[in-house]
């Protein structure tokens, strides 16, 4: 094989760089706009606005992620303006009733507060119906006039937020709901959720 220059440019003093044939420039010139825009320092500074409506795809997928938003709001908010909301030991609880089937459900959803104290341990639920008689699913039949109550216990834990759904033997659209912890007592008037 031949012997190339670079022995000699090697040996040559004046020699202490290296030899490129090309130059950076002429380099990024022939590479892609995305190598030259990372090279410019602009390559991750994209436009969210310009990626959520670049592909019709993407637009698709904003729009239903948007109706799922909504859709959850409205549900909340409908549930939320019938049920009622109420502090208990800190923090806040927020109580309905709603059919499922045949069978008529207490929901509490606690929230804890963001700081401060709340309380943690045993909840007494007692409901009754507004009007004192009622009649109870498990009484004989034709044994109208029974006074009927109902009670339950659950428990608060340290959870930022709880949900809890209790299954009431009552027939009915309007309820009594207490709350009571070992120092603090809450009562709320509760109608049937319509869903």
Do not use: C, W
């Not at 490129?20 to 010139?29: A, K, M, P, V």
């Not at 590479?31 to 825009?37: H, K």
């Amino acid at each position: 094989m031949p012997e190339t220059e670079e022995p000699v440019q090697k040996n040559n003093p004046n020699y202490n760089d290296t030899v490129f044939h090309y130059s950076r420039e002429h380099r990024l010139n022939r590479a892609s706009a995305d190598v030259r825009s990372l090279n410019e320092g602009s390559y991750g500074r994209t436009n969210v606005f310009k990626t959520l409506f670049a592909a019709r795809g993407n637009r698709f997928v904003l729009a239903a992620v948007v109706l799922l938003i909504a859709f959850g709001l409205s549900r909340f908010t409908k549930d939320g303006q019938q049920g009622q909301s109420v502090k208990l030991g800190g923090n806040t609880v927020i109580a309905a009733i709603f059919p499922l089937e045949e069978t008529l459900i207490l929901g509490l959803l606690k929230s804890a507060p963001e700081s401060g104290e709340l309380y943690t341990g045993a909840v007494d639920i007692v409901v009754r119906p507004s009007g004192n008689k009622s009649r109870s699913n498990d009484a004989a039949s034709g044994s109208e006039g029974i006074l009927s109550e109902f009670t339950h216990r659950v428990y608060f834990t340290l959870v930022d937020s709880e949900s809890f759904q209790i299954s009431l033997p009552f027939e009915g659209t309007d309820f009594f709901v207490m709350l009571q912890t070992g120092q603090e007592q809450r009562t709320i008037r509760l109608k049937v959720t319509k869903q």
